[in-house]
């Protein structure tokens, strides 16, 4: 079975720089499974952040970067502000059509 | 603006049935692929499954834990999606939430991301 796998928690100083990173109990990730993150506040519903591995959705700042770093996909928020602090999500469009969520990574900027 | 806007949830107990709806506007919903994505009090996200668009073939794709039970269907005359779920659990418990599917690089036939995203309806399975 495959398994997404993400970092339960993390924790970035304002102004710092975070990488979250997702990962295949399979094997590597590459851009084939087209990894995309999502953002999720207490109470709302997922906003989706990246998708096709480093592309930005509508209206998401610069700060939030994807990329493919060794055999994961990874977001890198650069400059974290207050309001980052949030679950982060990554999903993998597997090859067989099905989609897999990681389990989230609760974000913590203080 | 896209909207989704999704409705039906409520308190069933196990074994019953329940029909999720989800209204959509803003975009050629039949042209659109739509999935739903569950999450569980104080859990994490989980895809649950999808139907296509009629010109790419209509079909539907369900987790495993679905696979069987639950239905997801389309009324592209009236831009709704809906999802029956049947011989429910306790497990299925959670905020339903209804998404489209974006594509950008994959060619045709296919998807590659969840992209807009309605803002929930609750199902508890209880006795």
């Known amino acids: 079975q495959t398994v997404v796998t993400q970092e339960p928690s993390f924790s970035v100083s304002p102004g710092g720089t975070v990488t979250l990173t997702c990962g295949l109990n399979s094997g590597s990730v590459s851009s084939t499974y087209y990894p995309s993150w999502y953002q999720q506040t207490p109470g709302q519903a997922p906003r989706t952040l990246i998708y096709s591995t480093n592309i930005r959705s509508s209206g998401v700042p610069d700060r939030f970067s994807g990329s493919i770093l060794g055999n994961k996909a990874a977001l890198t928020i650069t400059g974290a502000q207050a309001d980052d602090e949030s679950d982060y999500y990554c999903v993998m469009y597997m090859h067989s059509g099905l989609v897999l969520f990681g389990g989230g990574t609760k974000l913590t900027v203080l | 603006e896209v909207q989704l806007v999704e409705s039906g949830g409520g308190l069933v107990e196990p074994g019953g049935s329940l029909r999720l709806s989800c209204a959509a506007s803003?975009?050629?919903?039949?042209?659109?692929?739509m999935s739903w994505v569950r999450q569980a009090p104080g859990k994490g996200l989980e895809w649950v499954g999808r139907?296509?668009?009629?010109?790419?073939?209509?079909?539907?794709d369900y987790a495993a834990p679905v696979r069987g039970r639950f239905t997801i269907s389309r009324d592209d005359s009236k831009s709704m999606l809906f999802l029956q779920m049947s011989s429910l659990k306790t497990d299925d418990t959670a905020v339903y939430f209804c998404?489209?599917?974006?594509?950008?690089?994959?060619?045709?036939?296919?998807?590659?991301?969840?992209?807009?995203w309605g803002q929930g309806t609750l199902v508890t399975v209880s006795a």
């Open positions: 139907i296509k668009s009629k010109p790419d073939g209509g079909t539907t």
């Open positions: 803003g975009f050629t919903f039949s042209h659109a692929w």
């Open positions: 998404t489209t599917e974006g594509r950008l690089t994959c060619g045709v036939g296919c998807a590659e991301f969840l992209s807009d």
